[in-house]
């Protein structure tokens, strides 16, 4: 089983619908979350930190279940510049040493 | 915008070859991280420094990988004796005091072994 996993889609949805993605990680030890924006032939770009207790930027909203091992990312009003691939990172121990997922693709269309 | 660099941007070779691969990290950013990735997946970890300090390379894909910060500013990654298998796209990463998670990437490398 990989460390993180994630459904590598791609999601193709019009503008304005509600999309979620789901990030699992077996390492219980993991302690930090994040989801990472990145597009095509283009580096990744930390989009947002995800937090016990769940946050929210904007449209964007990131939540964790330590109890299941996984993360999510909901994205509302989808724009047509919400086309990327989202990346789920989980890090554990103090040295930071992150484990990146395979990356979902997001194809927001007209 | 003195973003991370990342030089050369593209790079073709003969396997067999030696390359090696500079990045110049975000001044005063500390923590510096090289990464792989193929077509289709994730940034995969290879090493990290913490100024000069190698802090982890046991996930440098061979023995043939080195990397280097000797001054703890810019660094480099070193591929011996290139196989087709290393083509990639390498990625640098930096990030500052106290906040290790934010990482900011260089546009990266992209190796092409022939």
């Known amino acids: 089983r990989k460390e993180v996993e994630q459904d590598p889609g791609p999601f193709n949805v019009p503008e304005g619908a509600t999309v979620a993605f789901n990030c699992t990680y077996s390492n219980s030890a993991s302690q930090s979350f994040f989801w990472y924006r990145q597009d095509c032939r283009k580096e990744p770009k930390l989009l947002m930190s995800?937090?016990?207790s769940g946050n929210e930027d904007g449209r964007f909203t990131a939540q964790l279940n330590r109890a299941s091992q996984y993360i999510s990312l909901l994205i509302r009003d989808s724009k047509l510049s919400d086309s990327a691939t989202y990346l789920c990172v989980v890090s554990s121990g103090g040295s930071y040493i992150p484990t990146f997922g395979r990356g979902t693709s997001l194809i927001v269309h007209p | 915008d003195t973003g991370v660099s990342q030089n050369p941007r593209h790079k073709i070779t003969k396997r067999g070859q030696n390359v090696t691969f500079r990045c110049d990290p975000i001044?005063?950013?500390?923590?510096l991280y090289w990464y792989r990735q193929t077509l289709g997946q994730g940034p995969e970890f290879l090493t990290y420094f913490q100024n000069e300090a190698q802090l982890e390379k046991s996930r440098l894909l061979s023995d043939r990988f080195s990397a280097e910060r000797p001054k703890g500013s810019f660094s480099t990654l070193e591929i011996q004796r290139t196989e087709q298998g290393d083509s990639a796209m390498y990625l640098c990463?930096?990030?500052?005091?106290?906040?290790?998670?934010?990482?900011?990437f260089g546009p990266g490398t992209r190796l092409l072994v022939l």
């Open positions: 001044s005063e950013h500390n923590r």
């Open positions: 990463a930096s990030s500052p005091p106290g906040q290790e998670e934010t990482q900011y």
């Open positions: 995800v937090y016990s």
